[in-house]
């Protein structure tokens, strides 16, 4: 079969790095970049350590608003479409780029593929959830990550079509840290080009999403907590929010969180893995610290991955210092025996239903 797979984002990168791999042991896959991130620290640098092929198509489609970005998506991806005419579209997760591509692959009556299927909110105020719950209802199989996505498929009558085969990043996550190439480093160059030994003991921090930096009062009460631990914090800084996070490190006087350029995914795993906490807003690096078995809070209304909130091990928390600085304090207990995103080998199970349903 002819695979055309959409992806646009970081996280989207990751999955394909691991999915691919599989998929064209026995298929044809055209790859398409939309350029949703654009950034070489954001894009290039994950196709070249995580060994992705080479884009067939980098469409260059970033910036603007939601409305702007996806419908010059829309009309691009469809002109892919029409010059590969493939079996089925694959998408991932829930960016502009998975909602155009699937708006796209239905209006062909092309059969579309997503997986991460089935998560949920239960609020439209989040773009992403518009994104997931449209190419859900178009999608002709889901591929669901974990058990509360499939309880979420049934409620909304897609389960005939649904199937749960564990989570891609886990593959990902297994595949490279067990290759030997995402160690701990001994030493960490910062924002600013300087070079400083790694400390023992650290917390890891992102903090991207909207919600947290449109807002530079919610962005510095994240900032306050951390600058109150007794240890060093590293926050590699996504590039639109760069000018906004140097201002404040120089209002605050900010010794202890240290600024970081945006790290590829091998450097990022390493710094989550030998963590002593993680703080994110990323539904990506939360699910990193469950699997590496490190405490993480997350500074977001809403549990995006329940999965990891067994135990304690996740922890929800508002930009505000004090109730960070609470929720660091608690002490999660990780249930090794069981992991509820799967055995590694999501994708050869997302290949092989395929296979028997294409």
């Not at 505000?320 to 304090?329: P, V």
Request: some cysteine; hydrophobic content about 40%.
């Amino acid at each position: 079969m002819k695979i055309v797979t959409v992806v646009g984002a970081r996280p989207q990168f990751i999955k394909a790095a691991a999915m691919s791999r599989v998929l064209r042991r026995g298929h044809t896959e055209i790859l398409v970049h939309t350029g949703q991130h654009y950034d070489p620290m954001m894009s290039d640098v994950f196709f070249q350590e995580l060994s992705i092929p080479k884009p067939d198509y980098n469409l260059g489609i970033a910036g603007g608003t939601h409305a702007e970005m996806t419908a010059r998506m829309l009309t691009a991806v469809d002109e892919v479409l029409v010059r590969e005419t493939p079996d089925a579209v694959l998408v991932y997760g829930d960016t502009n780029s998975t909602l155009a591509a699937a708006l796209a692959a239905v209006k062909r009556h092309i059969p579309i593929l997503h997986v991460e299927a089935g998560n949920r909110l239960h609020t439209l105020l989040n773009p992403e959830e518009v994104n997931r719950v449209l190419t859900d209802h178009m999608a002709s199989m889901l591929f669901a990550c974990v058990p509360s996505a499939m309880d979420e498929l049934r409620k909304e009558n897609l389960i005939d079509h649904a199937w749960l085969v564990g989570d891609p990043m886990f593959d990902a996550f297994q595949f490279y840290r067990g290759s030997g190439k995402a160690e701990k480093p001994t030493e960490i160059i910062t924002l600013d080009g300087e070079t400083e030994p790694m400390p023992d003991r650290y917390c890891y921090l992102t903090c991207h999403r909207e919600e947290n930096t449109k807002d530079e009062q919610s962005l510095w009460q994240v900032l306050k907590a951390m600058e109150q631990l007794d240890m060093n914090t590293y926050y590699p800084v996504h590039p639109r929010n760069r000018e906004t996070v140097i201002r404040l490190r120089e209002q605050m006087k900010l010794q202890k969180v240290k600024l970081l350029p945006p790290l590829g995914y091998l450097q990022s795993i390493a710094m989550v893995s030998h963590a002593e906490q993680v703080v994110t807003d990323s539904g990506g690096v939360q699910r990193e610290a469950y699997f590496a078995q490190v405490p993480c809070v997350t500074i977001f209304d809403y549990a995006a991955w329940p999965e990891t909130m067994r135990g304690g091990c996740n922890r929800l928390a508002r930009p505000d210092t004090q109730d960070i600085a609470d929720k660091l304090m608690e002490r999660p207990v990780f249930d090794q025996a069981d992991n509820p995103f799967g055995d590694g080998h999501a994708c050869e199970k997302i290949v092989g239903i395929m296979d028997r349903e294409l």
